[in-house]
């Protein structure tokens, strides 16, 4: 019914810059928060940043100053802009998004499949 497909993850100096993306399709009628969450080995997957249909936006302290999120609503499409980036932020970031399809209007978490950010000391 619905996918989410993220792309722009790779492996940085620190420092450096990562910008990923993530659009979802399908069989969408709305789409309200999207948001960016990542999870390193052997720790808990964590919220980095979300942003609401109406451009709000919540960020991690240890984000905060460095990473921006966007949104792309008329391409169902969400960004995360990363600057500064350190190696603690190494990790697998997903994006998930609340979506209501055509079939049911029920909101439902829909998540990608992730992309694996690395940054190298």
């Known amino acids: 019914q619905v996918q989410l497909v993220e792309s722009g993850g790779g492996l940085v100096q620190a420092g450096g810059s990562l910008r990923l993306s993530c659009a979802a399709s399908?069989?969408?009628?709305?789409?309200?928060?999207m948001g960016w969450y990542r999870q390193a080995p052997g720790k808990q997957r964590e919220l980095v940043a979300s942003?609401?249909?109406?451009?709000?936006?919540n960020y991690a302290d240890s984000v905060k100053g460095r990473f921006t999120i966007s949104r792309d609503n008329a391409k169902n499409t969400v960004y995360l802009q990363m600057n500064s980036l350190k190696p603690e932020d190494t990790a697998v970031y997903y994006c998930k998004s609340i979506i209501m399809v055509l079939t049911n209007l029920v909101a439902t978490d829909y998540w990608g499949q992730g992309t694996q950010v690395t940054v190298s000391s």
């Open positions: 399908g069989n969408i009628y709305m789409v309200n928060a």
């Open positions: 942003i609401t249909s109406g451009g709000s936006t």
